[in-house]
T-cell receptor
Framework: AQRVTQPEKLLSVFKGAPVELKCNYSYSGSPELFWYVQYSRQRLQLLLRHISRESIKGFTADLNKGETSFHLKKPFAQEEDSAMYYC????????????FGAGTRLFVKA | EAQVTQNPRYLITVTGKKLTVTCSQNMNHEYMSWYRQDPGLGLRQIYYSMNVEVTDKGDVPEGYKVSRKEKRNFPLILESPSPNQTSLYFCASAVQRGTDTQYFGPGTRLTVL
């Protein structure tokens, strides 16, 4: 069965430190993977998706099909990065379903 | 402003009293979806719709109904709500497919007593 696992519920780092939010997925086909972010009092919004291969707000994520991972990384965390981060997998099943991980709350300390 | 709207934003109701949560988007998106968010579980998909009159079950459809009579609207119906449907509900839309970027509504917090 398809699954998305985010092993860390909470990640706390100091400002300027590197950060990595882990995401592992289970899917036998070609996955469409996303990172969504929810800042305090804001809507859930797209941060980045693997097919675009771009860096948004300094974040990058590389799809590793061998390890079935899509970890989110940023070399120098900022306080404004504090938010809830969700990894998501979308796939074609005749229709298009989406599975979200449980989320990781990132707290960047001053 | 291009957006997804949901109403109501907050709702407290009692077991068995039918309710509808509305969702509307003004972006001419074909794909719409409903999710529920529960602590420790992330978002789980309830139903989705590929286009008008085309709907399908997500992972947790039990106890919910949807309809898609118009492209812009995708209401979520709870015919007989139960306390285990207390949750935060999100509506989302995407241009064409679920594999496109999804745009989310602000959420509806539902409490069933």
């Amino acid at each position: 069965a398809q699954r998305v696992t985010q092993p860390e519920k909470l990640l706390s780092v100091f400002k300027g430190a590197p950060v990595e939010l882990k995401c592992n997925y289970s899917y036998s086909g070609s996955p469409e993977l996303f990172w969504y972010v929810q800042y305090s009092r804001q809507r859930l919004q797209l941060l980045l998706r693997h097919i675009s291969r771009e860096s948004i707000k300094g974040f990058t994520a590389d799809l590793n099909k061998g390890e079935t991972s899509f970890h989110l990384k940023k070399p120098f965390a900022q306080e404004e990065d504090s938010a809830m981060y969700y990894c998501a997998l979308s796939y074609n099943t005749g229709g298009f379903k989406t599975i979200f991980g449980a989320g990781t709350r990132l707290f960047v300390k001053a | 402003e291009a957006q997804v709207t949901q109403n109501p934003r907050y709702l407290i109701t009692v077991t068995g009293k039918k309710l509808t949560v509305t969702c509307s988007q003004n972006m001419n998106h074909e794909y719409m979806s409903w999710y529920r968010q529960d602590p420790g579980l992330g978002l789980r998909q309830i139903y989705y719709s590929m286009n008008v009159e085309v709907t399908d079950k997500g992972d947790v459809p039990e106890g919910y109904k949807v309809s898609r009579k118009e492209k812009r609207n995708f209401p979520l119906i709870l015919e007989s709500p139960s306390p285990n449907q207390t949750s935060l509900y999100f509506c989302a839309s995407a241009v064409q497919r679920g594999t496109d970027t999804q745009y989310f509504g602000p959420g509806t917090r539902l409490t069933v007593l």
